[in-house]
């Protein structure tokens, strides 16, 4: 889509308003991001010793044998924060209440049921000994391990296959565990830096194993359920995904800012037992899940992602891994700010849960699509931050804005195909679900080189998280993301400093775009009565910026390989 030079944007205003003492809430959620990424930094040690004593004073326990070693790795990688660990120790708490021994039999005989969807790694004499029902995933996982499989001891590791998370504890459980764990924790005058060497219940090809060796996971299945029903359960009781009469108003102000509806809190947009209730029915995976094998025993699985109310392990998702041109980011491919386009743009497939003639409205792309289209936004009327013609630099909300010729002009959201539905047309029938003929017309794919051409890419999830969301980061375009789900490199990541967040009911879209591309005129604001909204190039830009500085410092290869490293190093495959 070529730059559109309308009477809707300013581009010339930059000059004109460049004294303008800009009061919009985005300012102060970018300074507030500055402060807490120097935070950040300025808490990362510099030495080993430091690392150490930081890790035993936050954890109250020693780091895991091999730690040196792991360091040492680390360090020849040019790992940026050395101490990183949050989501890692938050993934690996439970397991100190549950039995060694458990853990072990469930490690070494989760996976040889191939219909459970789950591969096995063995770990042998500092090698991979064997894998188990290997797919793209296991065989990208194998390719990573063999960078650091000298250091590792003998282990056995389970992989899930599925897109979906798979282990949810109830509330009252986990609880329990953590209790156990916090009761565990002790930093002894004299440890051991070495592997225990007599370790049992490892995995044994062709094993004569009976039912008391082989403990049930109690696997249950439950596609296209609310998945809230399931996910309450592990909520806090005073939550409000467990309290049906609790008050919205203060759940959104929770994480919105309750003027401009624009996001202050990203995590909590991610948390069910917050927002659960109010997009139970606006998320594919939370109400039409095609897959959903789940169990509710604390079971060693390593995932990609996962929700907040999960107890999978999180390790660096395969496809980040994998080379492959549909996600991967190559520099050359890109280009500078001011050669893109001022256009939003997003491509992909009707995935995310399993559609049908009533329902498909209802699915988080779905939506997306219909938000961002100009005709479907006619008729209708939605919110917007817009600028108060008397007083420069000072926003107040409207709520009739029309949004369509606007979004006509610099959004360009569309599918490729249709697929995950119910009726779907077979192969010979030439595929595709019937349901949207009549909504809307596919569009050609735009390989993923071609989308850096626009300043704008917004993420949504698929049927679980989305594999382009790095090579969004390390673009010179600016990511705007919307997710539930959640992964290993959460917590180096800074809503506002690297990234733009987005409300799951994408009404803070209008607020956001016209912030940065502009709107209107100000010179015809104050006696036209139409909106006007500063441009805010300058600030686009710079988050890019930093969302790209940003990810190669943390976000390489070489981050993954640290990353996954540490896992099994931190006794969930051994203890």
Same mark, same amino acid.
């Given at each position: ?76 990688? =040019?790992? %940026? ?8 120790? $938050?993934?690996?708490? #439970?397991? *100190?209440?549950?039995? +060694? ?99 049992? =219940?490892? %995995? ?8 008391? $060796?082989?403990?049930? #996971?109690? *696997?249950?299945?439950? +596609? ?352």
């Amino acid at each position: 889509m070529p730059k559109s030079e309308s009477w809707y944007q300013d581009h010339d205003g930059f000059e004109n308003h460049a004294d303008v003492d800009d009061h919009h809430p985005i300012a102060g959620f970018m300074k507030n991001a500055d402060e807490k990424v120097k935070a950040y930094e300025e808490g990362i040690s510099r030495t080993f010793k430091e690392t150490v004593n930081k890790y035993r004073r936050k954890y109250g326990r020693h780091p895991p044998p091999g730690f040196r070693d792991w360091y040492k790795f680390a360090r020849e990688k =040019g790992v %940026y924060n050395i101490d990183d660990f949050e989501q890692v120790m $938050d993934d690996i708490r #439970p397991f *100190w209440g549950v039995e +060694p021994s458990l853990i072990r039999k469930y490690a070494s005989t989760l996976a040889l049921n191939e219909g459970a969807g789950l591969s096995g790694c063995y770990i042998r004499d500092k090698k991979i000994w064997k894998t188990t029902h290997v797919n793209w995933r296991m065989e990208n996982f194998h390719k990573l391990v063999e960078k650091f499989v000298k250091y590792l001891p003998d282990m056995d590791i389970v992989m899930n296959r599925h897109d979906q998370p798979r282990v949810t504890v109830p509330w009252d459980d986990l609880q329990a565990l953590l209790k156990k764990e916090e009761q565990g924790r002790r930093v002894a005058p004299e440890v051991l830096a070495s592997w225990s060497t007599n370790m049992t =219940g490892f %995995y044994v090809e062709n094993a004569n194993l009976s039912s008391v $060796d082989i403990p049930d #996971p109690k *696997w249950t299945d439950h +596609p296209r359920q609310q998945y809230m029903n399931l996910a309450k359960e592990a909520c806090p009781p005073d939550s409000p995904a467990r309290n049906p009469n609790h008050n919205k108003e203060e759940v959104e102000a929770s994480y919105k800012d309750p003027i401009s509806g624009l996001i202050t809190n990203f995590n909590k947009t991610s948390d069910l037992c917050v927002i659960g209730p109010e997009i139970q029915d606006k998320h594919g995976f939370l109400f039409s899940a095609a897959t959903l094998v789940n169990s509710k025993q604390l079971l060693p699985i390593f995932g990609e992602c996962k929700v907040n109310v999960n107890n999978d392990i999180l390790f660096p998702a395969n496809m980040y891994y994998n080379h492959d041109t549909r996600y991967f980011y190559n520099a050359e491919n890109d280009y500078n700010w001011d050669d893109k386009h001022d256009t939003m743009l997003w491509r992909g497939v009707t995935s995310g849960g399993t559609g049908d003639a009533d329902n498909w409205r209802k699915m988080h792309r779905q939506r997306l699509q219909l938000a961002t289209n100009g005709t479907e936004l006619v008729d209708k009327r939605v919110r917007l931050l817009k600028q108060e013609p008397e007083k420069p630099g000072y926003y107040t909300t409207m709520e009739n804005f029309n949004a369509g010729l606007f979004m006509k002009q610099n959004t360009d959201v569309a599918f490729t195909a249709g697929v995950d539905c119910i009726p779907a047309r077979s192969k010979d029938e030439g595929g595709g679900c019937p349901f949207y003929d009549n909504v809307w017309t596919f569009a050609p794919e735009i390989l993923l080189a071609a989308q850096f051409r626009n300043k704008y890419l917004i993420d949504v999830d698929g049927a679980s998280f989305s594999g382009r969301w790095r090579a969004f980061l390390q673009s010179k375009s600016l990511g705007l993301k919307a997710t539930i789900f959640r992964e290993w490199h959460d917590s180096r990541l800074f809503a506002w400093k690297h990234f733009v967040p987005v409300d799951h009911r994408y009404d803070d879209i209008y607020s956001i775009l016209t912030y940065f591309i502009g709107l209107g005129k100000a010179t015809e604001a104050s006696y036209s009565g139409e909106p006007y909204v500063q441009r805010h190039d300058f600030e686009g830009r710079k988050i890019a910026n930093q969302g790209r500085e940003w990810a190669s410092k943390v976000l390489r290869d070489e981050d993954i390989e640290v990353r996954t490293n540490f896992l099994p190093e931190d006794k969930v495959c051994r203890r």
